[in-house]
């Protein structure tokens, strides 16, 4: 890896990291080493980084804010890139805008706000940036980022490409992209907005997640998908797995389909957590539940 480090270095005008622990890029505080944590500068320099990285053979990966990802403990093989300084953000014409995947979901959310474009309040709250909002489709009180998105730009094999909203496929928390895509900007189609209202809808989001997420640990927000027509919260919650405890992780005592650190978690006591949790729902109702949470990395 050292070798591929320095030929990055060599055209690239970004950061490179090497054995970057990935606890510090995830909101859950665990995961090994990424051999190679990238922040590329701009558009241009991670085409120069995908360059190099397909040159080399060098598998890759790309993070947002690490909030609804668990890495394990062995880390990540190869680079991981993380598109931070790609974030600019535009007003378009008619009620449209458009925003580089780095850009912040709050920032996004106050933009529009200033410029009066209304459909993305639910935003607000969840943490992230925007490609990995897009890449779960991120949704709160019965709206969807990729409802809202007119295209994306996405670096494929293909190089950059717009893909019109109706080419996607996507639904409840995922986006199909083909193998290696990389969202690195969105065209939001949006309404005229009354900034009074709109005001009114943000601060009434943020007080419904400080009354029923504030769980007080590091966390990754809703651990497992809901089932179709239930709550997973409610099916852990009749398993009587409130509290339960796997070495520092814990299903948290405010809501049930938070999985917390409550200090010196690794990621093997989420995962053992996570199965006994699948396990015990299956066991009580017959439900199958699925992670929500992203799984990546060695063990
Ligand atoms: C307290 C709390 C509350 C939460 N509430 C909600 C909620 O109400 N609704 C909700 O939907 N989620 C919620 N979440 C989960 C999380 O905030 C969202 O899933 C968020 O969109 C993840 O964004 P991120 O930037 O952290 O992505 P990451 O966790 O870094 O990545 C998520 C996935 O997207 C992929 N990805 C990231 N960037 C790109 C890109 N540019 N191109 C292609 N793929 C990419 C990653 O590879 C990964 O597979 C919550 C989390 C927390 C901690």
Known sequence: MDKIGSLIKQKFRGKVLPDEP??????????????????????????????????TGTPRMVVGGGFNLLVRDGGI???????????????????????????????????AHEERLAGLEFLIGIPGRLGGALGMNAGAHGEEILDRVE??????????ETRPAA?????YRYLRLAPGGIIVAATFKLE????????????????????TQRVGYPN????????????????????????????????????????????GATAADFLEL?????????AQSGVELEE????????
């Not at 510090?24 to 990285?53: M, N, Q, W």
């Not at 852990?236 to 650190?261: E, P």
């Not at 996570?274 to 299956?282: D, F, G, L, Q, S």
């Open 77 to 111: 093989r190869g680079a991981v890139i993380s598109l931070e300084r790609l974030n600019r953000l535009d007003r378009l014409d008619g009620f449209r805008m458009r925003a580089e995947a780095g850009v912040d979901n709050g920032v996004l959310v106050r933009f």
């Open 192 to 211: 005229q907005g009354d900034p009074a209202e709109m005001e009114s809808r943000i601060e009434g989001f943020l007080a419904h997640r400080r009354n």
């Open 151 to 160: 295209s994306l730009d996405v670096l494929g094999e293909k190089g950059l």
């Open 220 to 263: 990754a927000g809703s651990f497992f998908r809901n089932p179709p027509g239930g709550h997973a919260w409610q099916l852990i919650d009749a398993a009587g797995l409130r509290g339960l405890k796997v070495g520092g992780a814990q299903v948290s005592q405010v809501h049930t389909n938070f999985l917390v650190n409550t200090g």
């Open 292 to 299: 929500e949470v992203r799984i990546v990395g060695e063990e």
């Open 167 to 171: 080419a996607l496929d996507f639904g």
């Open 274 to 282: 996570a199965r006994t949790i699948r396990e015990k729902v299956k």
């Open 22 to 55: 990935m606890s510090l890029h995830t909101s859950l505080k665990v995961g090994g080493p990424a051999d190679l944590f990238c922040i590329p500068e701009d558009l241009d320099d991670l085409r120069e980084l995908l360059t190099v990285l397909a040159e």
